[in-house]
């Protein structure tokens, strides 16, 4: 049962790679691969994102903050330092968001439930409002232009594949760990917190791993994004790009590991074609969404395992329910 | 020999309630004992005090002579303390046995392993099969713990206690909302599970065949004050405890 489940998700990966791979060859215009390379960078940060919220049940309303981190040390350094920080920038972004979050995360796990939300909605707040007001050394409001990946990065299409593998990789690294001990306690700590302390575990060392670990993806993310658009903006640090990820999230499903990536691509698609049609496109795509969920609550890729599960039990029905348990 | 709890003068109040009044008293290893009293007596709460859940207004706890009043849960499960709730306290959305298996990774300090699939511990999940077998939950192992039975759902919550190989085991009215037979069966698996670990075992319970089937030694409270404590035979005859339960006219 676990290997043919296995051989199905193998299956799907690979799937999900090769078209993705396929689509600078299948491309009618560049256009389609930068909405490509969007859908993949938001659907790793959506994924990063619901493991706080799906698996941990932490529903953070800041994550744009370590998205915004990730951009802005590239931007800043390059800027302030010249073009070869490019790359060093990266990782350099990726250590400040963990040493953020840490920090941070000690105060923000202090509390649960809306006062959690809403206190990772005012810390990212504040240094969008910092980002915004400091112009001379974020360039404020217009944000900073013309940042060239280095080397071959620059070509278009050698960064597609770049992000693609960074995507994959992250993704791939994200459903070990969602599906590991860790993970498992991560689950246990959100359906019944009380109890990880009375099996020997504590909550809030736990919250803090994941917080910490899903902001440091998150900063990832802001930082492939560099490349593609070639410009950072305030708006990466603005409430609607943590809002973004949890619509994505709530769309494709948030009990599901690919739910948020699957919510991702609906989204950017929808937002990309009604977009093209009309100058009033948030307000249909607010409609859209909001029949999504009535008629989804689970998630597309929720509804679509719910059926599956109900399809099985009806097929099984008969007894063998308690004999095929074995192991 | 140390004993395997000690509680000395124990108090806690909520407010001006008394829901502790000065409670000492000794468990020996291995002794199966019972805490009995009416409804609001303190028991749960007297609990809450030795696993860590409260932290008592004055007074001692002693685990094998080492003070444990005032240390988190955490703390207290590592050194030896299991519990299990009077509303079972699973993990609803994860299958019987990572119920079990995960707080086999927690006793193994496997859980920050953040790569290896779950199912590749075999240690933990031998373990885990082990503890669902002797509840006789094996064939449950791979249902949603919200799925099973009221019944199943409270043998896995003391599945996921014994895991943890506790030297001492609180339950909580382990029967409480089971069908008389389904009480039957699991007063003799408690006395069952209570020999094969070598468990030292207290519980709390409103079943009174239950009670004075298995315990060797009983406890009644009252008011949040220990009144009665001794054999079955002795609490049976008690006045005090007839009258605690009964009311003056008894």
């Known amino acids: ?327 | 020999m140390k004993p395997m709890l000690r509680l000395e003068g124990l108090r806690k109040s909520f407010g001006g309630l008394r829901v502790t009044d000065e409670v000492s008293f000794e468990i020996q290893p291995q002794e199966i004992a019972a805490i009995i009293g009416p409804n609001g007596a303190g028991k749960t709460t007297l609990f809450n005090q030795i696993t860590g859940y409260l932290a008592p207004d004055g007074g001692h706890v002693f685990l094998e002579g080492q003070e444990i009043a005032g240390l988190t849960p955490q703390k207290i499960v590592k050194m030896g303390v299991g519990r299990a709730f009077q509303i079972a306290s699973i993990f609803p959305d994860e299958t019987a046995l990572d119920n079990v298996r995960a707080a086999c990774m927690s006793k193994l300090n496997q859980t920050r392993h953040l790569w290896r699939p779950v199912e590749r511990f075999n240690r933990a999940t031998e373990q885990a099969f082990a503890v669902l077998a002797s509840l006789g939950l094996e064939r449950q192992a791979d249902r949603m713990a919200y799925e099973l039975a009221h019944g199943d759902q409270k043998l896995l919550d003391i599945g996921i206690a014994l895991v943890l190989e506790p030297k001492l085991l609180l339950l909580d009215e382990p029967t409480a909302g089971m069908s008389p037979e389904e009480r039957q069966l699991t007063r003799q698996l408690i006395k069952q599970l209570w020999a094969q670990y070598k468990l030292t075992l207290i519980f709390i319970e409103h079943d009174m065949d239950m009670v004075f089937g298995i315990a060797e030694r009983i406890m009644v409270l009252n008011h949040g004050a220990l009144i009665a404590d001794g054999t079955p035979g002795e609490i049976r005859n008690n006045k005090e405890v007839i009258t605690a339960y009964l009311g003056e006219e008894a």
Request: with cysteine; glycine share 10%.
């Open chain 1, 1 to 327: 049962m676990a290997s043919s489940s296995k051989y199905k998700f193998g299956l799907l990966w690979s799937v999900g790679f090769v078209a993705f791979a396929l689509v600078p060859v299948l491309m009618t215009s560049r256009y389609q691969m930068n909405l490509a390379s969007h859908i993949l960078i938001w659907g790793l940060f959506a994924v990063a994102f619901n493991m706080l919220w799906g698996v941990t049940g932490m529903l953070s309303f800041g994550q744009a903050l370590y998205f915004g981190i990730g951009a802005y040390s590239i931007g800043l350094f390059v800027n302030h330092a010249g073009k070869a920080w490019y790359l060093p920038a990266i990782p350099i972004g990726l250590v400040a968001a963990a040493m953020l979050s840490f920090l941070l995360g000690l105060l923000v796990i202090r509390v649960s439930g809306v006062y959690f939300t809403m206190l990772t909605l005012a810390f990212a707040q504040l240094a969008w409002q910092v980002t915004f007001k400091w112009y001379d050394f974020t360039g404020g409001d217009d944000g900073i232009q013309g940042i060239i990946a280095p080397g071959i990065l620059a070509n278009k299409m050698v960064y597609y594949y770049f992000v693609l593998v960074v995507v994959f990789i992250s993704v791939w690294f994200l459903k070990r760990l969602a599906y590991s001990p860790f993970g498992l306690i991560l689950r246990c700590v959100q359906q019944n917190p009380n109890r990880v302390r009375f099996i020997g575990r504590s909550v809030k060392m736990n919250q803090l791993r994941i917080y910490v670990i899903s902001s440091v993806f998150a900063a990832l993310a802001g930082s492939l994004m560099v490349g593609v658009d070639n410009s950072i903006h305030t708006d990466m640090l603005f409430w609607t790009t943590s809002g973004e990820v949890i619509l994505m999230s709530v769309l494709g499903g948030i009990n599901q590991f690919f739910g948020p990536f699957v919510g991702a691509v609906i989204l950017i698609l929808l937002e990309d074609i009604i977009g093209a049609k009309t100058e009033f496109w948030p307000i249909f795509l607010g409609t859209i969404v909001l029949i999504f969920v009535i008629l989804f609550p689970k998630g597309v890729v929720g509804e679509i395992q719910h059926l599956r599960h109900r399809l099985k039990i009806a097929g099984e029905s008969g007894g063998r329910h308690e004999t095929h348990a074995s192991a």
